[in-house]
């Protein structure tokens, strides 16, 4: 035991609900982690796909939002789809991976950032987290690629697996960006692609640039806890009109067109986003500037409440980084790993819904064994991440 940890007061339980109790609005029984919230034209938006029939895969709702979403991305092109897991799965596919290639992934992330890699054949091999930014650790990953690294024909190998690493996806943590333009030249001085996992950031910006835009392909995801949710769905988003329409034709049957033949030119699928789920999706769009201003209201909030809080500090934007605070997080400090388990208990017990982290890709059984770097912040992470009640509702101006 070190010095720290036998004179650092461990946090208590009680201590953290008081001061979630003096953030949030009483008289709630129930504070879920992020729940979303209907204020704009969702119903009327809804109400019109069915008045009008148009609820499934055509109707003008879907290139509405698509053209909405490539605006909040700085990008040109947005394509929907059914979930943001479809989303990296097509976005891989457009950035050249193949089945047998490794994809360098966060080991603290959801577990769809790497499923979507295996579901198309190819293996994630799980990177580190940067303290600061909870994204991948560009210095970490450079040493790291500098050791098993092996450069051939202007593309990286994995010297223990002989596998060609193929891509990097760097994972907006809770919102926050990662350090993308370190990311971005690392992988440029490798020949590695870069699809950026902001299906967690729609609002976040990077040194001004929205997340979204900060790679040739991105995806994003309107599951119902994110910001923005459409009920279920994702998006890919690129800077090129050409993957555009690759990406458009493969996530719906490869069909080619004519008024009444079925040809299809390839084995696709069908990953097409309703007309229904656009309408609700847009209207949510619509108000994500006042969902934004709502969640720093919230931040800022927590910020008060927990800042002479010893031993844990409450995760604020890094100075490049404009996080859209998805979800609020208390990093405790080394040494007060104790303190999570009782915290999570008490607070959910109370009806405050508190969550650790992800458990680390790279320790779920079903992951065992594959490719990884040292991963030891992204473990000490884990054990130290407590996310708050984040709905932007929370904090009434
Ligand atoms: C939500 C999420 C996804 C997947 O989105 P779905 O729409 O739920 O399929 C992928 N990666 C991360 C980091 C996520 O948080």
Redesign the pocket.
Known sequence: MNLCETIMPQITPEDIQRRLRAVLPPGEARIALHEPHFLGNEKRYVTECIDTGWVSYAGAFVQKFEAALAETCGAPCAVCVS????A?QIALQAAGVAAGDEVLVPSL??V??PNAVSHIGAVPHFVDSDEETLGVSPTALAAHLDRIGEARDGRLYNRQTGRRIAALLP?HVFGHPADMDALNALMNRHGIAVVE?A??SVGSRYKDKPCGGLAPLATL???GN?IVTTG???AIVTQDAEIARWIRHMTTTAKQPHPWRFDHDAIAWNFRMPNLNAALGLAQLERLPDMLDAKRRLHQRYAEAFADLAGARLFTDAAFAHSNYWLCALILERGQEAALEPILEATNAAGLSTRPAWTPMHMLPIYAGHPRADVSTAESLSRRILNLPSSPFLAPA
């Open positions: 979930s943001g897991t479809v990296l992330t959801f769809a950032t994972v996992d299906t967690e995801s309107f599951n994110k279920g769905g994702g």
